[in-house]
């Protein structure tokens, strides 16, 4: 899906901006981040995307994944302008575990992190989350919607995710840019939240 492209004249930062901040979007193969990080980038997001190959399918697992012919292979890079002094920059990292050690060198100046789950595939979440947890890197968890997944509380997600109390747990629709955007303020929220309570 196509980004919310800005207008040639808006390509370029404003010189007002002063700040920028850095939020991933992490979850495993073929949960959604692509397609995340385009519905809410205001530029053409640059994409890494390459061709499925047969050598692929020994090592990606396409069961329950109807239709996908791509997958990422580096990251998805997009921005989103705050306000006059403040750009938020969004990092799609790679879900599968060969790529592990590319999107973990992704987390150094990250404030957070957004992760992407399945219903479908509840259970890839963990190491997504595990390794967040290792780097000491806060984070959301936001239930993408696919057509025909599975529905279930959010208390029974929760559980089945093993997630703390404070841990926020919203669901998404990538597809959707108000959808993505609410979930990328909860994360922004969570984050804002936790820094105040940090001691001085």
Known sequence: MDSALASD??????????????ILVVGHFAVGKTTFVGSLSEIRPLRTEETMTQAGALVDDLAGIDGKTTTTVAMDFGRLTLSDSLVLYLFGAPGQQRFTRLWQDMTQGALGALVLADTR????????MGLLEEHGLPYAVAVNHFDGAPVHPMEEIREALDLLP???????DARDRLSSTHALITLVEYLQTRTAQEPV
């Open 9 to 22: 004249g808006d390509l370029y930062l404003p010189r007002t901006v002063r700040t920028a901040a850095k």
């Open 166 to 172: 404070e841990t926020p747990l919203v669901t998404c």
């Open 121 to 128: 595939r509840l259970e890839q979440s963990f190491d997504v």
